[in-house]
C-alpha cells in the first residue's frame, strides 16, 4: 500500500482528515442509534425520565459534558484512557 492511501485511514498529525473522520464517526454513532432502538422492541426503557430528572443522573450527565466540552488548553491523557477503555473489548469481556 502506497503512502498516500495509508495516509487516508488516519487522522493526520494535523488532523488533515478531520471532516471525514468526523462524518464517518457520527454515521457509525447514527447506526448504532438506529440498531439499538430496533433490537428487542419489547424490552423496557431503561433510562426514563424519572431516572434523568435525578440529581446524581443530572451531575454524572454534566460532568461527562464538561470532559468533552471544547477546551483551548489540551485535554487530559486520562480523558483518552477513559474513552478507549469504554469501548474495549477487555471492559467488555467484564460487563
Request: aromatic content about 12%.
Amino acid at each position: 500500500m502506497s503512502d498516500t492511501k495509508l495516509y487516508s485511514w488516519f487522522l493526520g498529525p494535523k488532523a488533515e482528515n478531520a471532516d471525514l473522520l468526523e462524518r464517518l464517526v457520527l454515521e457509525a454513532l447514527r447506526d448504532c442509534v438506529f440498531w439499538r432502538r430496533n433490537f428487542h422492541p419489547e424490552d423496557d426503557i431503561l433510562i426514563t425520565e424519572k431516572v434523568r430528572r435525578r440529581d446524581e443522573f443530572q451531575d454524572s450527565h454534566a460532568l461527562l459534558q464538561q470532559e468533552f466540552a471544547p477546551s483551548p488548553e489540551p485535554k487530559s491523557p486520562d480523558l483518552a484512557r477513559k474513552f478507549f477503555w469504554l469501548s474495549s473489548k477487555s471492559r467488555k469481556a467484564h460487563v
